[in-house]
């Protein structure tokens, strides 16, 4: 499935550590995309984009589920339905929804967040318990709990299956939603055997994303009950996400379903290739359990900033996420040779 992209001068590309979500379409995804079959989706008659809502929904055990533009937009949705304005969300302090959305929360949503300390998958159910504000005068009351899985900024982390149900218990007892930001939960199946349906019971709403991991070009989907997400059609088309003939993208979505889960555990195991090679640099090969190696870089001469600029011009590109953190992300588009290459140039540049 590695797809070698030339450079203009007819070489290599660099290899793109960067992300999951470089990834080109196959030659099969391509063409399922020409062949499908379209609608108008804002008029809910796009057959493409209603099979893969019904498919989605049917694999997490769920009523209903939604197809959107982005995982941003898809996250954003599901916390509006619910949060409502002036309510509070729980979410850890590095999750992608308080991080790297750039304050939707607050700006669309009128919700106040409030964060635990940031610990990747290794959170503490007490801890987000003793947390929960209940309705009160002058206080802002929790409505929602959001959690990460896999964990990005977590270097891949998976939560445990019980962290996820003592959370499940928490939000029942106090009355609240939970939410899934499910963008790389096709990982934690892969790498755990914990069936989506099991994952998709314990929470209220979630998101998937289609784009992280699985090779399609665009698109996420909330998940939810049938009631939810009617709600969340309205958000959607609130928020511009209402789209016509997305059954071209939604066909790239179907085929990715289909040819692009279980391959994850290629990506699993080259995460791993990585890591052990990167070990004597600031992996802990151990705690790489997914597709994402962070490299730690505190004892390093190098920061981030400056192994990245090391690695570009050797033909490797790296996400810089902190001061002194580097991320690689494995993925579709890389084979063990081009993980080879990237490996001997990192470390020929930690080594100094």
């Known amino acids: 499935m590695y797809q070698t992209i030339p450079t203009p001068d007819g070489g290599e590309a660099p290899v793109d550590l960067r992300s999951d979500t470089v990834t080109r379409p196959t030659a099969g995804m391509r063409a399922a995309m020409a062949e499908a079959e379209v609608g108008d989706d804002v008029y809910g008659e796009d057959p493409t984009v209603n099979a893969l809502e019904a498919e989605v929904a049917a694999l997490f055990g769920h009523e209903a589920a939604l197809f959107a533009p982005t995982g941003s937009m898809a996250n954003q949705i599901a916390l509006q339905v619910l949060v409502p304005p002036g309510g509070e969300l729980l979410c850890d302090a590095d999750a992608h929804v308080v991080t790297y959305e750039v304050g939707a929360a607050a700006a669309y949503?009128?919700?106040?967040?409030?964060?635990?300390?940031?610990?990747?998958?290794?959170?503490?159910?007490?801890?987000?318990?003793?947390?929960?504000?209940?309705?009160?005068?002058?206080?802002?009351?929790?409505?929602?709990?959001?959690?990460?899985?896999?964990?990005?900024?977590?270097?891949?982390?998976?939560?445990?299956?019980?962290?996820?149900?003592?959370?499940?218990?928490?939000?029942?007892?106090?009355?609240?939603?939970?939410?899934?930001?499910?963008?790389?939960?096709?990982?934690?199946?892969?790498?755990?055997?914990?069936?989506?349906?099991?994952?998709?019971?314990?929470?209220?709403?979630?998101?998937?994303?289609?784009?992280?991991?699985?090779?399609?070009?665009?698109?996420?989907?909330?998940?939810?009950?049938?009631?939810?997400?009617?709600?969340?059609?309205?958000?959607?088309?609130?928020?511009?996400?209402?789209?016509?003939?997305?059954?071209?993208?939604?066909?790239?979505?179907?085929?990715?379903?289909?040819?692009?889960?279980?391959?994850?555990?290629?990506?699993?195991?080259?995460?791993?290739?990585?890591?052990e090679a990167l070990s004597p640099f600031g992996v802990v090969p151990g705690q790489v359990r997914t597709n994402i190696v962070s490299l730690d870089l505190s004892k390093s001469t190098l920061d981030a900033p400056a192994l990245a600029a090391a690695a570009r011009e050797r033909g490797v590109l790296v996400s810089v996420v902190g001061p002194r953190t580097a991320r690689l992300v494995t993925h579709l588009d890389l084979d063990d040779a081009t993980v080879d290459r990237a490996a001997e140039a990192l470390a020929g540049i930690l080594r100094g």
């Not at 289609?210 to 609130?238: C, D, N, Q, T, Y």
């Not at 990715?256 to 995460?271: G, I, P, Y």
């Open 109 to 275: 949503g009128g919700i106040s967040s409030r964060t635990w300390p940031a610990a990747g998958a290794d959170l503490d159910p007490e801890l987000v318990a003793a947390m929960v504000r209940p309705d009160g005068y002058g206080a802002v009351p929790t409505r929602a709990i959001a959690v990460e899985q896999t964990h990005n900024r977590g270097g891949g982390g998976i939560i445990p299956l019980e962290t996820l149900r003592q959370l499940r218990r928490t939000a029942d007892g106090a009355g609240l939603g939970l939410h899934c930001d499910g963008a790389r939960i096709w990982h934690a199946h892969v790498a755990d055997g914990v069936p989506l349906a099991t994952y998709g019971q314990l929470f209220d709403t979630l998101s998937v994303c289609l784009s992280k991991g699985l090779g399609a070009p665009v698109g996420s989907l909330v998940v939810g009950s049938a009631e939810r997400v009617a709600a969340a059609r309205v958000i959607r088309k609130r928020m511009g996400g209402g789209m016509r003939q997305a059954g071209i993208l939604a066909a790239a979505g179907r085929y990715a379903l289909r040819h692009h889960v279980e391959r994850l555990a290629e990506d699993h195991v080259r995460a791993a290739r990585l890591a």
